[in-house]
């Protein structure tokens, strides 16, 4: 009989396996420097591990309490306290965004030409709140490479190293002036769309988006050490950022500016700004697995919490049927997305063991997450390295781990 953790039914072979695997093919071939895994199931954890250095170049071995740049797995705490105003009855999904941001009232579409001489044309319909939740707001990233992400570049909507000193405001005010890059509905885009959320819920609340994240979500579920920056007594716990240097070696990358994460920030970033620990995610995605309840705080209603997980793509699209760029790869074949959140819609276009009805995202550092509401199980995988497309990790761990699930 094969033996498991506790009432999660998961393999302790598979478990260790997983760990002998991480070990041997990413730290002690130095792809990585360190990770932390948690592996829960029913509620409870089965596993929780620390291996490799949090920081090679002060010797500093990984821990469970490090802190982690989770960049992008902000976006769907982001979405959350959207929702959380949505329950309120402060905004309907309907919403055109230029009533609460009345100078995008004038929104264009990018039709040809180069900045800043492009030619536009007005867009289909007006962009709408659910448009940005669901990444078809006709927004993108300076990084992206095209016509319109040059103006985003020139005019430096969000680029790194030249935030400090600048709000969100500044962001929405550089956003007017620029096309969109398509029409709102056309396509799925990954961009700022997320960020602007932030805006919004600072708007619609009349909060600071820092303040209501402590207040409506992190205070309430204990989620001690997630936060817009680091507190200087703290400064030791963040894991270094790495990435491969000319030579092959790891190297500490400050792609993002050395000290971004050190002090209080002024640009409050939904779309990437925060810094998490591996337990602090795990009773974010808890809270969601539980249908928006976790300890008995409800962070959101059961029926929320279904209406985000599930497919709000186009006639139930996949996608890569309806992104744009880099996104539209057959990675994303079998995936929809929702209102904060990918899932699974079929796992033999997926191509990996795993449950229709999973959720997840993951972040630029190479941080990662997913729910399976089937087998009542979360994984949270921590490392810091970038770019997050170097190295497949959560398909990797899903084919040790699946496996290892006795019931």
């Known amino acids: 009989m ?13 478990l260790s396996r997983l760990d002998g ?17 948690l592996i829960a199931r029913r509620g409870e954890i089965a596993h929780l591990s620390a291996m ?52 995008w009232r004038d929104l264009q579409v ?31 990233y300076g990084f992206q ?19 400090r000193g600048r709000d969100l405001r500044s962001m929405i005010d550089r ?3 620029l096309p969109l890059k398509f029409s709102p509905g056309e396509h799925w885009n990954y961009g700022l769309s997320t960020d602007v959320c932030g805006h919004l819920v600072e708007m619609i609340s009349g909060q600071g988006f820092d303040e209501y994240l402590k207040q409506q979500i992190f205070e309430p579920l204990g989620m001690v050490d997630t936060s817009f920056h680091v507190p200087a007594e703290q400064h030791h716990r963040l894991a270094a950022n790495y990435e491969l240097g000319p030579d092959g070696e790891l190297r500490q990358t400050d792609l993002f500016g050395a000290d971004e994460f050190l002090e209080p920030p002024t640009f409050l970033s939904g779309g990437g700004g925060l810094v998490s620990t591996t337990e602090d995610y795990w009773r974010f995605c808890q809270m969601m697995l539980n249908r928006g309840e976790l300890d008995g705080v409800r962070i ?11 497919n709000h793509l186009p006639a139930n699209q996949q996608l890569s049927a309806h992104a744009l760029g880099t996104w539209a790869d057959a990675a994303n074949d079998g995936v929809g997305f929702g209102l904060g959140f990918a899932m699974a819609l079929d796992l033999a276009s997926v191509q990996n063991v795993g449950s229709v009805g999973e959720y997840w ?47």
């Open 2 to 14: 094969t033996e498991s953790v506790g009432n999660t039914d998961i393999s302790i072979e598979a």
């Open 21 to 37: 695997f991480l070990l041997s093919r990413y730290i002690e071939r130095g792809k990585i420097a360190g990770c932390v895994t």
């Open 52 to 103: 490799g250095m949090l920081d090679r170049e002060l010797g500093l071995p990984m821990s469970t309490d490090a802190i982690f740049r989770i960049y992008s797995m902000s976006k769907p705490i982001t979405s959350v306290a959207m929702m959380q105003l949505h329950e309120r009855g402060l905004f309907q999904f309907t919403d055109p965004v230029s009533r609460f941001i009345p100078q």
């Open 110 to 140: 990018w039709v040809g030409g180069e900045y800043p001489d492009y030619v536009t044309r007005p867009p289909d319909r007006p962009m709408t709140i659910r448009d940005l939740l669901l990444h078809q707001s006709g927004l993108t």
């Open 145 to 163: 490479g095209g016509p319109v992400e040059v103006g985003y570049f020139e005019r430096e909507v969000y680029r790194a190293g030249t935030m």
């Open 175 to 177: 956003l007017a002036e």
């Open 300 to 310: 959101l209603g059961p029926k929320t919490v279904e209406l985000m997980t599930m």
């Open 361 to 407: 995202w993951e972040g630029s550092a190479s941080t990662i997450f997913w729910i399976d509401p089937v087998e009542d199980m979360i994984v949270v995988f921590m490392t810091q390295f970038m770019p997050s497309d170097a190295h497949h990790f959560r398909n990797e761990i899903k084919q040790i781990l699946y496996p290892g699930i006795l019931d």
